[in-house]
């Protein structure tokens, strides 16, 4: 039986990868706390662009200022170790899988020219299923290292102190070990399921929007270039539920505040989380970085707009 061996060298641009990964983590803190639903500053009255009354949520670089006034600079890296070590593990199995299984082939245009279109659907086909495997096995190996970050991250809601940070691997070992202590071995992949769904899915929409535009709609070959970013745009706008979902399992029932009411509720499964923030219309809170609205339960008085408080509903009789 061959051996397994880890590549010698770096994957191609994963030192840069991992750099931009630790410059931009303050952004994904933010991020993946508001993703969990905590929005510690109140919204504030605005009006949109339309001229429409609207409660207004602090934009990602407000929610990061907010961050550091309360625990420092150090705060913006939480969670860095494990997700940097996610980036690299994710890599590193991705180039030993396309040592196991390679990519097809580059063809040349005459090549692909002389292709009919059913031969170009069974190579896409192919192609877009080999790298479906390879994004599912990186998936799957990488989760414990997410629900770790995660985890680390969502610390803040509640304020607890080195259950998933603080130690000399950055958090790492603390995260296991408290991972398993209180969710057992399968707590490690909390959150898989909508991940993995949401990132194969990824994958397949891409390609095949790039496929579709390139074989049938663009013929100039410097136009399809383009089209994977376009496709890119495409699969993750469709697919971002399934990520604020995961990062929501991953941090349900784990021993932190920020899994546990009032923050969260209590969620039996990841479908039951899904079908309560779509209900709520949160699938896709922290899409929007810069321009955010408080889409809760609101009233409107004459030209003003303000959030429904639960001092609101109490009738004036059980208050005196």
């Known amino acids: 039986m061959e051996k397994l061996e880890l590549p010698q060298e770096f994957p191609p641009g994963l030192a840069f990868k991992m750099g931009m990964s630790f410059v931009a983590h303050p952004l994904e803190v933010s991020k993946v706390l508001i993703q969990l639903g905590h929005e510690p500053i109140a919204p504030r009255r605005t009006r949109t662009m339309l001229g429409k009354p609207a409660l207004a949520l602090p934009s990602v670089f407000q929610y990061c200022n907010f961050i550091r006034r309360r625990e420092g600079f150090t705060g913006l890296w939480r969670g860095v170790t494990p ?8 890599s590193f199995t991705a180039a030993k899988f396309d040592q196991l299984v390679p990519p097809e082939a580059e063809l040349t245009d005459e090549e692909e020219a002389r292709m009919t279109d059913e031969e170009k659907i069974q190579r896409f086909l192919r192609m877009t299923l080999r790298d479906m495997a390879n994004k599912a096995v990186c998936v799957v190996l990488s989760q414990p290292l997410q629900v770790i970050a995660v985890r680390a991250i969502g610390e803040f809601v509640g ?3 080195e259950k998933y940070t603080g130690d000399i691997t950055g958090g790492i070992y603390n995260g296991l070990v408290s991972t398993v202590n209180e969710n057992g071995l399968v707590g490690l992949w909390s959150g898989l399921i909508p991940r993995l769904i949401g990132e194969v899915s990824l994958v397949a929409v891409s390609a095949s929007v790039t496929f579709l535009i390139n074989t049938y709609v663009l013929h100039d070959k410097d136009m399809q270039k383009y089209t994977s970013n376009f496709s890119n ?8 539920p399934f990520q604020v979902v995961g990062n929501c399992m991953a941090v349900s029932r784990s021993g932190l505040a920020a899994g546990y009411p009032p923050f969260m509720p209590l969620y039996v499964s990841w479908t039951d989380c899904f079908s309560h923030l779509k209900s709520q219309n949160q699938l896709k809170r922290g899409s929007s970085l810069l321009f955010r609205y408080y889409t809760g339960p609101q009233v409107i008085v004459g030209d003003r707009i303000m959030p429904v408080s639960a001092n609101m509903l109490k009738s004036p009789a059980s208050t005196s």
């Open 83 to 90: 997700r940097l070590s996610s980036i690299a593990l994710q």
């Open 159 to 161: 304020g607890e102190k």
């Open 233 to 240: 745009f495409i699969g993750n706008s469709l697919t971002y």
